[in-house]
């Protein structure tokens, strides 16, 4: 299986940061790469899919990139309502289309 | 928009077997553009991928899941279906059903509210 890893696991921001999301892969996945944004007690919900391809609806502030084993997810300016768990999938060749363990974005 | 919703027991005892029913609305279980999935998250930790079946039948499964899943459909009642058998408390998990996008990189882009199921005697 593919094993993915999210850093870091918890983040500590303020409204207005750019903050940065990095997801790595145990092999290359070229750009078969999904992130999800997860509020408490909600499904996760759809951000970036293909590592940098903006889902429709979601706010521009939003972005990806990346491709091989190394991605990141960029929030440019942090909005209230972006705190939140964010979590990377791949969906690379054979299942399972396993999930990053998760970062956790919490207001300082 | 398609809604998902999922339906069934929120207990289940040691050793039998976990069914889930997923309804969905706004799209057909047949619908060629659209893979249907589950995915668990046991209390306060992660999100795991336990498989899909596609417009046409086909399944794939988690191979760590793999000798106990199975993901069935019935196009009459649009709905698709979780059995998970001889289930233990590593089980117990939010179950969520959700519509994976055919093409690209299949991103989940609709999902159930999820239900949890506990498992315990």
């Known amino acids: 299986d593919i094993q993915m890893t999210q850093s870091p696991s918890s983040l500590s921001a303020s409204v207005g940061d750019r903050v940065t999301i990095t997801c790595r892969a145990s092999?290359?996945?070229?750009?078969?790469l999904n992130w999800y944004q997860q509020k408490p007690g909600k499904a996760p919900n759809l951000l970036i899919y293909?590592?940098?391809i903006l889902q429709s609806g979601v706010p521009s502030r939003f972005s990806g990139s990346g491709s091989g084993t190394d991605f990141t997810l960029t929030i440019s300016s942090l909005q209230a309502e972006d705190f939140a768990s964010y979590y990377c999938?791949?969906?690379?060749?054979?299942?399972?289309?396993?999930f990053g363990q998760g970062t956790k974005l919490e207001i300082k | 928009q398609v809604q998902l919703q999922e339906s069934g027991p929120g207990l289940v005892k040691p050793s039998e077997t976990l069914s889930l029913t997923c309804t969905v609305s706004?799209?057909?279980?047949?619908?060629?553009?659209?893979?249907w999935s589950w995915i668990r998250q046991p209390p306060g930790k992660g999100l795991e991928w336990i498989g899909f079946?596609?417009?046409?039948?086909?399944?794939k499964y988690n191979p760590s899941l793999k000798s106990r899943v199975t993901i069935s459909m019935d196009t009459s009642k649009n709905q698709f279906s979780l059995k998970l058998s001889s289930v233990t408390a590593t089980d117990t998990a939010v179950y969520y059903c959700?519509?994976?996008?055919?093409?690209?990189?299949?991103?989940?882009?609709?999902w159930g509210q999820g239900t949890l199921v506990a498992v315990s005697s």
């Open positions: 959700a519509k994976v996008r055919v093409g690209l990189t299949a991103p989940i882009d609709d």
């Open positions: 706004g799209s057909s279980v047949r619908n060629g553009n659209c893979y």
């Open positions: 079946i596609s417009y046409s039948g086909s399944t």
């Open positions: 092999q290359s996945i070229t750009n078969y």
């Open positions: 293909a590592a940098s």
């Open positions: 999938q791949q969906t690379y060749g054979t299942p399972p289309y396993t």
